[in-house]
């Protein structure tokens, strides 16, 4: 294994060990417990209570919400609990939600009893695949409201009750696809449309056609030339702007979406649509939105279709992704963090920024002592980075593109990091090829650092630490 690799698997796992997890609604402190800890909290329940395993579930940025109820279905959950409500998810669901509404999955409807032991861990397990490793447990009836306060107060996040399962490495891996950021599959980017490319003409106005034809062109008759002459009707502009005078915030609510419903009235020019569409309180999606969601059902098919392609290429363009920022992991990944620090942010410090942070970071409470011998594991190696004169680089650069002669000291990293676990080295010298072939040095890596004459011994001594001295 290279030293990069090396050193971004120790990262992993401490953030796995040692990191402070927060609640992804409202940042809170988020316990995390095995599934026995889980289990034990609920048997400390009175016999007979009644509780609910709960998982949330969170939206994917851009995705219709059919996509994810599908998703809830499959993994077995039959009821989902939007903002309070609850759905059956048997039923044909028309949910039309706005971004940041909280959902819960019901993952199962249990009765306290020890006996059940076996059935209720499996159920704890379920929570946490359906949850992303967090759950919630609700207690729905036969029990006291003293017990109710009790368990509350014993079990979970402050607001939500949330408590995470066991924190894996691989939970912070982006090449994991449980792990990696569902919009852009782990790739940091994503295809968006772009402003200039949908409205090639601001000097028109929306009823004049100031978007490309393929993206947008106002029709009154038809369910969205309703819904943008609704959009009117609350806020304030009109059809018949040309689109540079339009202002900044009305031009992003007609790409991207309204945060409130608006109320659908007919367009005064309309000579067709359907009056059921009349009256109801709907979202606008935006156009922009709504080309992105075509095209992630587009890419979701995974057949190729050169017309699609290049009607795509017309109207989009290579975008940081939406969702993950570019961080490539799920956002719930950057909730957890280790001296105030993300993964992420962590992997963006080059590394004579990071070395030195490493040395602040005081860790306390049941991971500090494995999370500190994994910092002692990093700084060890990036004391070996640092030698070789890689100050400059870090983990989200080089885990990219590295150029020739960056690779190759990467793997002159490597080898020294296995001659420092050798017993005996021998240093074939002075230089390479026909300027070698003298025994410059042998012994113990300890003697090879100490011998002056030796190229290999130079880069040895940060890597031994106190015990190696040039002679
Ligand atoms: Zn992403």
New binding site residues.
Partial sequence: MDTLTDISSYLNLLFATAADPGCPYSGDPVPVRTGSQILESILSLPAGAEIELRAPVFEI?GEETEVLLNEVRRKGCRRLIVDGALCDLAEELELDLLPGTPMSAVVDRLVVDPAMEKQIRTAIDHALLVGDSLMSVEIVGKCSKKEIARFRRSFGSKSKGLVYGDITPDFFMFNNPES???????????KATHPDLLIPDPQRSLHDGCFVREAFSYCPDNWMGHLLYSLTGDYPFDLDTPWRELDDDIRQLILYGAEQRIRMRRPPDARAGNPRWLDRDVVWPGIATRIERLYRRYRQKDVAHSGMEAWLDRVMVDH???????????PTRMKFRVAGVDIHQMGEMHFDELRPFLDTIRLEGKGADAGNQVIREIAKRLDLLLGIGLDYLNFNRASGTLSGGEAQRIKLATELSKLQRRNHVIDLGPGGGRHGGEVVAAGPPEAIAACRASHTGRFLVPLLGGSARRA
């Fill in positions: 940025y990696a950021c569902r919009t852009c599959g782990g790739i940091g980017t994503d940081e992704c939406h969702e993950c920022r570019g961080t490539r992991l799920r």
